[in-house]
């Protein structure tokens, strides 16, 4: 079936730094769509992304509509520890009928 | 305004029991979904039901049956647990089923199921 490839799989923060993580597809997508999951919720999302080439902002986080529609990007600014969990993106295809594919999610951690 | 909300939170089976988990939003939406969450594996569509009156079959409905009791709720009944359907259960709900936007889902907080 349809694959996202998000990247990368995990990764560790230490508090202050810039985060950044992407999703990539060999088919085009409409809709890119960016949540995160703490442990034991559900995913709650973050910022949704309609237009080749749209930049979002929704506080310290910034998301991006790669301009090819195969592509979309993730950043944090200046991480605190409460953004630790999981990042999933998901995109909805064109005739998707409303459908979403969604990445396998980055994890980020507090670095020891 | 709850949102999604889904019950049970937790539930044990044993192989070939059945039981089915509930689902309802507030949000007068159009469009709501079940997903299974297993480890490495992301958010798997298993059914979704695209308005009130419809249901359709998601990427892994095996061993899995659907209703759109009304507009508000949606649940999911597994007739003979199976090991293989140990999981975390989660349902989701978006305004528009086509057309430009309304695509953002909003998930409720999951069932975690074991079957042994």
């Known amino acids: 079936g349809q694959q996202l490839n998000q990247s990368p799989q995990s990764m560790f923060i230490q508090e202050g730094e810039d985060v950044s993580m992407n999703c990539t597809s060999s088919?085009?997508?409409?809709?890119w769509l960016w949540y995160k999951q703490d442990p034991g919720e559900g995913p709650v999302l973050l910022i949704a992304?309609?237009?080749?080439?749209e930049l979002t902002s929704n506080g310290r986080l910034t998301a991006q509509f790669g301009i090819t529609r195969k592509d979309s990007f993730l950043n944090i600014s200046a991480s605190i520890p409460s953004d630790v969990g999981i990042y999933f993106c998901?995109?909805?295809?064109?005739?998707?009928?409303?459908?979403?594919?969604f990445g396998k999610g980055t994890k980020l951690s507090v670095k020891p | 305004n709850a949102g999604v909300t889904q019950t049970p939170k937790f539930q044990v089976l044993k192989t070939g029991q059945s039981m089915t988990l509930q689902c309802a939003q507030d949000?007068?939406?159009?469009?709501m979904y079940w997903y299974r969450q297993d480890p490495g594996m992301g958010l798997r569509l298993i059914y979704y039901?695209?308005?009130?009156?419809?249901?359709d079959k998601g990427e892994v409905p095996n061993g899995y049956n659907v209703s759109r009791l009304n507009k508000r709720e949606f649940s999911l009944r597994l007739e003979s647990a199976a090991p293989s359907q140990t999981s975390v259960y989660f349902c989701?709900?978006?305004?528009?089923?086509?057309?430009?936007?309304?695509?953002?889902?909003?998930f409720g907080p999951g069932t975690r199921l074991t079957v042994t």
């Open positions: 989701a709900s978006s305004t528009h089923y086509s057309g430009s936007g309304g695509y953002e889902q909003y």
């Open positions: 088919s085009i997508f409409n809709t």
């Open positions: 992304l309609y237009k080749a080439g």
């Open positions: 998901a995109g909805q295809r064109p005739g998707g009928q409303g459908n979403l594919i």
């Open positions: 949000m007068n939406h159009n469009s």
């Open positions: 039901s695209a308005s009130e009156g419809t249901t």
